[in-house]
């Protein structure tokens, strides 16, 4: 069982910065691939990044956020993070943490613990 908690979000002007925290419960925190979500009013849940289990830590950007945000993750402290550069208005969504075993379910939106989710709102 694992419990994810999210952070972070607010009120930020267009062009600002907001880092994102998902603090998780468990002994097995560095099992698990990481991901981070987002859905605006009226639309679909849309995959923002992962960041793989291994030490490696490997990442995956959706093209709307590609070198603007940057995800990663403190096993130590059970803990991954959404850095938000550059921030835009159509960046404003609640955004979720998720986690799971095994990548794929992350990749297809379909996995198995998620948070409460934080809202962020990018104002023009």
């Known amino acids: 069982q694992v419990q994810l908690v999210e952070s972070g979000g607010g009120l930020v002007q267009a062009g600002g910065s907001l880092r994102l925290s998902c603090a998780a419960s468990g002994r097995t925190f560095s099992s698990y691939h990481m991901g981070w979500f987002r859905q605006a009013p009226g639309k679909e849940r849309e995959l923002v990044a992962t960041i793989s289990s291994s030490s490696a830590g490997n990442t995956y950007y959706a093209g709307s956020v590609k070198g603007r945000f940057t995800i990663s993750r403190d096993n130590a402290k059970n803990t991954v993070y959404l850095q938000m550069n550059s921030l835009k208005p159509e960046d404003t969504a609640i955004y979720s943490c998720?986690?799971?075993?095994?990548?794929?379910?992350?990749?297809?939106?379909?996995?198995?613990?998620w948070g409460q989710g934080t809202q962020v709102t990018v104002s023009s």
């Open positions: 998720s986690a799971d075993l095994q990548l794929k379910p992350l990749l297809l939106k379909e996995s198995h613990y």
